[in-house]
């Protein structure tokens, strides 16, 4: 039994032509037994920037309760908002802390820079290595069937209508093949003026 | 061996527990012991867990909740009350002391309704409209996804846990005689009387409850 496939959960984001797209499973369930079929993985840091983060499940409400205390505390200091490169160094400081007891999470990070208007998409592992992706980044139980579907519908420079069929798509079907993953989705679309939210109804099993 | 079950209907809670205390695994040392916790007058917490935590952890929160409401002059709704809890479970958890313990935190306040809230040992919180835990979950969660719908009335919701508590007697191999029963609604918290499994079994319920 793995501490990170023991609730299960899928997370995907993908970059488009001035927009993200990041995407989570609604599963919460206890190894084979499913509790709750709305539980958020995916948090907002920003008006455009959210982070989605699967793994253990209690680690999930704690680091984003801990990210987000950081992030006010950042936004107050600096009188204004957290860039998305900064938002990925302050979590992997958050998570390189406990290098040597460490949260099970592995977070992905979608957004769109507030001044330069660029779209960000980057990931880290559970102890903070931080990769920055030019096209998706994918976390979870079911990762390598992420990385299958997304590597296959990935192409460069979406529209928005186009990233939300790909990674909806994408994150669908890679659920459907894993059994601790699913019971629903949810989709965000982050533009540079909107952030379009959608629920996807998946396999409910 | 414990089993927690709660029910969120249009305007209350409905929670229930066994009432068995056991000892190295085997024995039965009492069969009347309450397992449900008061944090305010509208607020229930039920607790199960090994070796004392269960009733060191709820007394802590219980008071706690009180020193809040002492000091502040208003209590805690439902949903702060489950987020202190589930933040001083989680600081436990990677301590030399945690607390290994179950819950259901079922309450009732003016904003939110009536509200029901599971969490786990390690500290997992969700609001879910109904929940079960120990190994009563694995006999009983099937009947609620079929029954359960969200505007139920307490008549309906007491029907569907008898028929929980059918199901658990008939095919768990302890024996679970009775269940605290206690709803929460915006009078405040209700005792009933404790429900005991009927001999029918739990694929035999009220005609009503058919289709």
């Known amino acids: ?205 | 061996m414990e089993c927690l079950l709660g029910i969120k209907g249009r305007d209350f809670v409905l929670m229930a527990s066994d009432c068995v205390v056991s000892a190295h695994g085997i024995v039965a040392m009492k069969k009347d012991h309450d397992k449900m916790f008061k944090m305010t007058d509208s607020l229930v917490m039920s607790v199960i867990g090994h070796g004392g935590d269960d009733v060191q952890f709820a007394e802590y929160i219980a008071k706690n909740i009180q020193l809040y409401r002492m000091r502040n002059g208003y209590n805690l709704s439902t949903k702060e009350a489950a987020t202190f809890t589930r933040r001083n479970l989680a600081d436990y958890l990677r301590s030399n002391t945690p607390y290994s313990v179950h819950l259901l935190i079922g309450g009732f306040d003016r904003e939110e309704g009536a509200s029901l809230y599971y969490m786990d040992y390690l500290a997992t919180s969700t609001k879910v409209p109904f929940a079960v835990h120990g190994y009563g979950a694995y006999f009983t969660l099937s009947t609620m996804d079929r029954y359960y719908h969200d505007d139920m009335t307490q008549k309906e919701a007491l029907h569907l846990l008898q028929r929980c508590i059918d199901e658990i007697n008939t095919r768990f191999v302890i024996n679970m005689p009775t269940y605290k029963i206690r709803i929460v609604d915006k009078d405040g918290i209700h005792d009933l009387d404790d429900m005991k499994p009927t001999g029918s079994g739990g694929s035999q319920g009220p005609e009503s409850m058919l289709g």
């Open chain 1, 1 to 205: 039994m793995s501490i990170m496939s023991y609730n299960g959960g899928a997370i995907m984001a993908m970059r488009g032509k001035d927009c993200v797209a990041i995407a989570a499973d609604r599963r919460f369930g206890i190894q084979a037994q499913t509790v709750s079929m709305d539980f958020d993985k995916i948090f907002e840091m920003g008006p455009r920037l959210y982070i989605g983060l699967a793994g253990l499940a209690t680690d999930i409400q704690t680091v984003s309760e801990r990210l987000k205390f950081r992030v006010n505390l950042y936004e107050l200091r600096e009188n204004r908002r957290i860039k998305p490169k900064t938002l990925l160094s302050v979590v992997s400081n958050l998570l390189y802390e406990r290098r040597f007891g460490p949260y099970f999470i592995e977070p992905v990070i979608a957004g769109i820079d507030p001044l330069t208007l660029e779209p960000y998409v980057a990931s880290c592992d559970l102890i903070g290595c931080p990769m920055v992706a030019k096209d998706f980044a994918v976390s979870g139980t079911c990762s390598e069937q992420m990385y299958g579907m997304c590597e296959s519908l990935w192409v460069e420079d979406m529209t928005p209508d186009q990233l939300f069929e790909a990674i909806s798509q994408a994150l669908m079907n890679s659920v459907d093949r894993d059994a601790l993953s699913g019971w629903g989705a949810i989709v965000h679309i982050i533009e540079r003026d909107r952030v379009t939210t959608k629920t996807l109804k998946t396999r409910m099993d």
